[in-house]
């Protein structure tokens, strides 16, 4: 049975969408050690629905014309129906984190390089941790196990165990 974490329902699934879509995206996160726990259970679960679906893509033809009125042919690459179900679910399950200019990036450079991505959280999970776990668990044969709780200090005021949890 999960924790209750001393908050009303709304509030509590609401405080580990956030945390979890945090650890997803800057990859630890520091936190007490029942939520933490609450959170490992959330990103294990939504890292396995990527990694089960992340392969399943369909390439389709289409044939576009150009504004000289010349007709050629463009490859695109869609997502297939389990991968389009696990990115809806996703969707609906983890806050859209944007995309944030690094340090002396020109805007136009910032603008080019997220044209593309209009859900970037999504995108790094089923770019990069799928095929990361899937090859792990390819090399170990060892499915889950994607984080890790490592106990720090006692924080300051309610002497709360505190601790970091990161993705392995």
Not at 61 to 79: I, L, P
């Amino acid at each position: 049975m999960p924790k209750k974490l001393g908050k009303r329902t709304d509030q509590r699934m609401a405080m580990l969408k956030n945390q979890v879509s945090e650890l997803l995206w800057y990859g630890h996160l520091t936190t007490t050690v029942d939520r933490a726990k609450s959170v490992r259970r959330l990103a294990e679960k939504y890292i396995t629905i990527a990694l089960r679906a992340y392969k399943d893509d369909v390439k389709t033809v289409k044939t576009v014309t150009n504004a000289k009125g010349e007709k050629t042919s463009v490859e695109f690459t869609n997502d297939g129906p389990k991968k389009l179900a696990a990115r809806r679910r996703l969707m609906a399950e983890l806050v859209d984190i944007q995309e944030v200019k690094q340090d002396k990036e020109s805007k136009s450079a910032f603008r080019a390089r997220i044209r593309d991505t209009k859900h970037p959280l999504i995108e790094k999970i089923f770019k990069e941790y799928a095929p990361k776990y899937d090859a792990r668990k390819d090399e170990t044969g060892q499915g889950g196990g994607y984080t890790r709780i490592v106990k720090t200090d006692y924080r300051r005021g309610d002497a709360a165990q505190m601790c970091v949890i990161k993705l392995i």
